[in-house]
Nanobody, 121 residues
Framework: QVQLVESGGGLVQPGGSLSLSCAPS????????MGWYRQAPGKQRELVAL???????NYVDSVQGRCTISRDDAKKTVYLQMNGLKHEDATVYYC???????????????WGQGTQVTVAS
């Protein structure tokens, strides 16, 4: 079964940068919208950034100007460049993509397993 696989999380000092990436583990027919979400313990999962199939982007206010979402359709990969990281950015980040695995499939949402971002001195 195809899954989304994230990479790039880790430990960074306040003010530092991290780059996350995410791609399907196997072959897919098409990918529409892609995005990044995050979820802190005891809180609801929140949108961080979205990118459409046409590369239109949308960001949550708290990361606007500090994060950049991008995609490489040839590699079927979505990226999240995070700069100026703050303590409040530290949590688990999840990749999301709206995909069709095979041409006859319906388009549906897929999630990655999550990657931890830690911001500490």
């Amino acid at each position: 079964q195809v899954q989304l696989v994230e990479s790039g999380g880790g430990l960074v000092q306040p003010g530092g940068s991290l780059s996350l990436s995410c791609a399907p583990s196997g072959s897919v027919f098409s990918i529409n919208r892609m995005g990044w979400y995050r979820q802190a313990p005891g809180k609801q999962r929140e949108l961080v950034a979205l990118i459409s199939s046409g590369s239109s982007t949308n960001y949550v206010d708290s990361v606007q100007g500090r994060c950049t979402i991008s995609r490489d359709d040839a590699k079927k990969t979505v990226y999240l460049q995070m700069n100026g990281l703050k303590h409040e950015d530290a949590t688990v980040y999840y990749c999301n993509a709206e995909m069709k695995i095979a041409w006859r499939d319906i388009q549906r949402d897929y999630w990655g397993q999550g990657t931890q971002v830690t911001v500490a001195s």
